[in-house]
């Protein structure tokens, strides 16, 4: 099973980039590499998925090196409703989202 | 709305009752899962359905019984539950099990076992 690696928490500035990486170093070929949301008392949601190179979106953009063994959230000028938890998921594989796990992910919050 | 509704959106039960959670999708995704998220805790698998058959049971404890009786509806009967079963419970849904699409997760449950 791919494990992932993310930073526990990041504190950034209204308006500024923030960059999130995530590691999986045991990536298998045909695993995805997704990243959702969480707000407090709700579900997580699906922000973006990649499998190689770069993936853009009216959100984020997702940055995966060739070696794909990690990946990188770019939020572009964040607000006060971007706080929230980040999650990296890599999954497809043998059993795909039937062996999928959250990690604690990121708390991002950011301040005024 | 994500697509994936959840009922009720607050639970309080006693030990000895027994209540069940009502997730619903129509995206026509085929596979639907419940999760349980403990405080400071990351979501926990529970149960996997795909088209319909229980594909996963993430050794879940049987006071836990999950029923799919469409690739629609999933169902988590609760009964004789623990203080420390206390969490919010989350269903989402994708395509399929293949991982390629993302989940939609509902709104989830938030369940205080008293």
């Known amino acids: 099973l791919a494990k992932t690696t993310q930073p526990i928490s990041m504190d950034s500035y209204e308006g500024q980039e923030v960059n999130i990486t995530c590691s999986h170093n045991?990536?298998?070929?045909?695993?995805?590499i997704t990243w959702y949301q969480q707000f407090p008392s709700q579900g997580p949601r699906f922000i973006i998925q990649?499998?190689?190179t770069k993936v853009t979106n009216e959100v984020a953009s997702l940055f995966i090196p060739a070696d794909r063994k990690s990946s990188t959230l770019s939020l572009p000028r964040v607000s006060l409703s971007d706080t929230a938890v980040y999650y990296c998921?890599?999954?497809?594989?043998?059993?795909?989202?039937?062996?999928?796990?959250f990690g604690t992910g990121t708390k991002l919050q950011v301040i005024p | 709305e994500t697509g994936v509704t959840q009922t009720p959106r607050h639970l309080v039960m006693g030990m000895t009752n027994k209540k069940s959670l009502k997730c619903e999708q129509h995206?026509?995704?085929?596979?639907m899962y419940w999760y349980k998220q403990s405080a400071k805790k990351p979501l926990e698998l529970m149960f996997v359905?795909?088209?319909?058959?229980?594909?996963e049971n993430n050794s879940v404890p049987s006071r836990f019984s999950p029923e799919c009786p469409n690739s629609s509806h999933l169902f988590l009967h609760l009964h004789t539950l623990q203080p420390e079963d206390s969490a919010l419970y989350l269903c989402?849904?994708?395509?399929?099990?293949?991982?390629?699409?993302?989940?939609?997760f509902g709104s989830g449950t938030r369940l205080t076992v008293v």
């Open positions: 990649g499998y190689k």
């Open positions: 989402a849904s994708s395509q399929d099990t293949g991982g390629g699409y993302g989940y939609t």
């Open positions: 359905y795909n088209f319909k058959e229980q594909t």
């Open positions: 045991n990536i298998a070929t045909n695993d995805y």
């Open positions: 998921l890599v999954g497809e594989g043998a059993g795909g989202y039937q062996k999928v796990t």
């Open positions: 995206l026509g995704h085929n596979a």
